[in-house]
């Protein structure tokens, strides 16, 4: 049987949401072994100057404890 755990993270980019749930993952990988699945919690985006600067992500990352 495997025991799961989950965290919350937030991530951005300048990019996408989607670069910004990359980013977490490569990030939260640093420190954390065995990910499984991510889910994305909320996104929002930054706007300056009617443009959007900056996508945001929050996430919660689950990954097998050994």
């Known amino acids: 049987m495997a025991i799961m755990k989950v965290i919350e993270v937030l991530a951005n ?3 996408s949401w989607e670069e ?3 980013i977490a993952v490569k990030q939260a990988s ?3 072994k065995n990910i499984k699945s991510v ?3 909320s ?3 930054v706007v300056n ?3 959007v600067t900056e996508f ?3 996430l919660k990352i689950t990954f097998e404890v050994n």
């Open 13 to 15: 980019s300048e990019k």
């Open 20 to 22: 910004a749930t990359r």
């Open 30 to 32: 640093k420190s954390v």
């Open 39 to 41: 889910f994305v919690q």
């Open 43 to 45: 996104q929002s985006a």
């Open 49 to 51: 100057n009617d443009e």
């Open 56 to 58: 945001r992500v929050n």
